[in-house]
């Protein structure tokens, strides 16, 4: 009797022996798998800011930099970019912030690591931190950064200087745009891309009228001036200018771009091309790189030309984004020419 009493005693004791590791071991299993995620805890940080905690941007800036100073600016990059993509303005200011705690650790080399990912946001903060701090005469160190980074044909981190230059010349003047595309005239021939896009993204969604919250502001419209700048501008610089006014046009004028598309129409070739890509380009982002929202705002288009072109700028931005590529060959309709076409004329838009 007293045998079996000693045995369910020493079963019990091992019970509850075991119980306590088995406790252990999944308290340190959470543990670590909260350490591990910690990358994938940043959305927390947004949901925490709205619920009036602290503002989105103070907090993104504190994780980032907590990340910098623990595993490298290159290792907390690349945590960045490791969060699944939506395109959202969120996540661009993610990254806006990222490229400014970037210039603050690693000065100009550390632009090597930024990328065009999250819509170039890091090259728009670094850029942006970089000209405030040093002025226009970093414009020449940068610009070999970038040739470094991505060659002769490079746009995307010129693209960031851009934005620099206008928003260090500090107000949206004409006359301040004129001096912002002079400077980007001295590193890149004129295109459609690159700094001179940059200064006109700049214009139209301002950082220096930006909250501190993941929504930009975009400039007031003028009535007497619905095309500004485009209209004001040297030749070299206009299909750049109206290449990027699509989205502006959407959010302040016109959901639709009738008065745009009639408006470009009568410029000449290369700048209604521009100007119609440009909008397709703004309706592939503003529906969410959905192809049924884009070709339902794409075919709505009287003119065959202005489908054509609508279809190849959403093409273009479908392709740019790395995300999204594999749709992109879903995109284009048959009656336009399918694929083919849109591959052709979005092409255009590197040259």
Not at 36 to 52: A, T
Not at 282 to 292: K, S
Request: with cysteine; proline share 3%.
């Amino acid at each position: 009797m007293n045998r079996h009493k000693t045995f369910f005693l020493v079963i019990l004791v091992l019970m509850f022996i075991s119980l306590f590791f088995v406790i252990v071991f999944f308290t340190n299993g959470r543990s670590s798998t909260r350490s591990s995620s910690m990358v994938l805890s940043e959305p927390s940080l947004v949901e925490e800011s709205r619920k009036g905690i602290q503002d989105e941007k103070t907090l993104l800036t504190q994780y980032w930099t907590e990340r910098i100073q623990t595993v490298s600016s290159e290792k907390a990059y690349s945590e960045l970019t490791g969060i699944p993509s939506r395109y959202n303005r969120s996540q661009h200011l993610a990254a806006h912030i990222f490229g400014e705690l970037l210039y603050n650790f690693d000065g100009v080399p550390g632009i090597l690591i930024c990328d065009s990912r999250y819509a170039y946001g890091c090259f728009h903060g670094f850029f942006g931190n970089a000209i405030q701090e040093k002025g226009l005469d970093i414009v020449g160190e940068a610009n070999t950064q970038c040739i470094e980074k991505g060659g002769v044909n490079e746009t995307g981190c010129r693209h960031g200087i851009g934005h620099g230059v206008l928003e260090h010349l500090g107000n949206l003047s004409i006359e301040a745009v004129f001096q912002a595309l002079d400077t980007c005239k001295k590193i890149q021939t004129p295109s459609i891309l690159g700094c001179t896009q940059g200064v006109f993204m700049e214009y139209n969604f301002p950082s220096s009228e930006r909250t501190d919250t993941s929504t930009s502001e975009r400039r007031t419209q003028d009535v007497t001036k619905p095309f500004a700048p485009c209209d004001e501008i040297p030749l070299e610089h206009k299909a750049s200018c109206y290449f990027e006014l699509g989205e502006w046009w959407n959010e302040s004028i016109d959901p639709d771009f009738k008065q745009l598309r009639t408006h470009c129409r009568f410029l000449n070739k290369e700048i209604y091309e521009a100007c119609l890509t440009g909008i397709g380009r703004a309706i592939g982002q503003l529906t969410n790189f959905d192809i049924d929202g884009v070709q339902k705002k794409c075919s709505a288009f009287r003119e065959e030309s202005d489908r054509t072109f609508c279809f190849s700028g959403a093409y273009w931005v479908f392709t740019a984004v790395e995300s999204q590529k594999e749709k992109a060959k879903f995109l284009c309709p048959e009656n336009i020419g399918g694929e083919r076409i849109c591959q052709k004329v979005a092409q255009k838009i590197y040259e």
